[in-house]
T-cell receptor, first 113, second 115 residues
């Protein structure tokens, strides 16, 4: 089944404790992206990757890191999480062109205390 | 940078009433996509519009792309309780530009349907 998977689905952590949210897709998509969703703000893009070893900032990249060492994986790293990073995070992927639909993962609900 | 504004933020309707959400971009778009997110779920792609003035229908849903390719709308005829959710529009960055990989979403319209 074609899908985007994320882990963990739920995470409660404390300020400053490094964490990684994994994202994997099995559709051989070149493009992958991370979004955060907050009430009233919709989906805001954090980082995206056009291909392996090619990443770029979205609209809200501060406090986040990403890497794209393999085509299928695009982990989101929070080196020192802060409470304002409490949010619902979605990973998404699509074929290369912006004319292709994006497929979203199930989401990761992160709480930083 | 590119901004995509969506209105209204909330819409409460009685089952059977129509519903429309509007999307406006600060820049001309190469295409616009619409997504639906059910409560507790993830966004799911509905449709993509590419041509100026394009109109597409999916059963009770009608999607329009403005002539100037800066605005779009989603209209649902005779809403049903299954239409409940948040509807988002999204527009890509300019092809060939530094923001090409970006996808900017509107804030979304939360639709509630009362039976």
């Amino acid at each position: 089944e074609a899908q985007v998977t994320q882990n963990p689905r739920y995470l409660i952590t404390v300020t400053g404790k490094k964490l990684t949210v994994t994202c994997s897709q099995n559709m051989n998509h070149e493009y992958m992206s991370w979004y955060r969703q907050d009430p009233g703000l919709g989906l805001r893009q954090i980082y995206y990757s056009m291909n392996v070893e090619v990443t770029d900032k979205g609209d809200v990249p501060e406090g986040y890191k990403v890497s794209r060492k393999e085509k299928r994986n695009f982990p989101l790293i929070l080196e020192s999480p802060s409470p304002n990073q409490t949010s619902l995070y979605f990973c998404a992927s699509r074929l290369a062109s912006s004319y292709n639909e994006q497929f979203f993962g199930p989401g990761t609900r992160l709480t930083v205390l | 940078g590119q901004q995509v504004m969506q209105i209204p933020q909330y819409q409460h309707v009685q089952e059977g009433e129509d519903f429309t959400t509007y999307c406006n971009s600060s820049t001309t778009l190469s295409n616009i996509q619409w997504y639906k997110q059910r409560p507790g779920g993830h966004p799911v792609f509905l449709i993509q519009l590419v041509k100026s003035g394009e109109v597409k229908k999916q059963k009770r849903l009608t999607f329009q792309f403005g002539e100037a390719k800066k605005n779009s709308s989603l209209h649902i005829t005779a809403t049903q309780t299954t239409d409940v959710g948040t509807y988002f529009c999204a527009g890509p960055g300019v092809a060939g530009g530094t923001s090409y990989g970006k996808l900017t979403f509107g804030q979304g319209t939360i639709l509630t349907v009362h039976p």
